[in-house]
């Protein structure tokens, strides 16, 4: 189970530049049924509080975006304090929160700024990740032909 978390946890990860997600194995897995709409994506909060770091504190402000699972080694012994980094298991079908409103220990309210590692995109219309679905625009009417130029005709044979 150590190692699997280790690899697991250790991403994100890519394969030939295009990045790939890693799940669990689950015995009633069905590949036709997956539709993947929560992925775990690597959050970094800039510049947090160091009030805020420990893993309690740490842990209520992930879940107030979802599911938090893990934080990086450098984050847990509090090695790297220009920002704290966890791996959170996402909703990707709704917009991903670029600040979030965070309630500190003393009773202080202040906003946190988020960057992610990797933002996926996601398409409404196909459910899947690696595009999004556009409106297409019309096709363009074709150009009209100039006034007093003959229209080509055609022949028939």
């Known amino acids: 189970m150590e190692d699997r978390n280790e690899v697991i946890f250790s991403g994100p990860h ?4 295009r990045p790939i997600i890693l799940k669990a194995w689950e015995p009633n897995f069905d590949f036709s049924e997956e539709v ?20 309690e504190s740490l842990s209520r402000i992930c ?20 920002f704290a980094r966890v791996l959170i298991e996402m909703d990707v079908t709704k917009p ?12 202080k309210v202040f906003e946190q700024e988020i960057w992610y590692d990797w933002q996926p995109q996601y398409c409404n219309k196909c459910l899947q990740i690696g595009h ?5 625009l019309p096709p ?12 080509k005709q055609m022949h028939e044979w």
């Open 96 to 107: 991903l929160p670029r600040i979030i409103k965070v309630h500190d220990l003393d009773g």
């Open 36 to 55: 993947l709409s929560t992925i775990p994506l690597w959050v970094k909060f800039p510049n947090l509080p160091l009030n805020c770091w420990f893993m």
């Open 132 to 136: 999004m679905w556009s409106v297409e």
């Open 63 to 82: 879940s107030v975006m979802r599911n938090p699972i893990y934080a990086d080694e450098c984050t847990s012994k509090i090695e790297r304090i220009s």
């Open 14 to 17: 890519t394969l030939n530049n």
């Open 140 to 151: 363009k009417k074709p150009a009209q032909q100039p006034r007093g130029y003959p229209k």
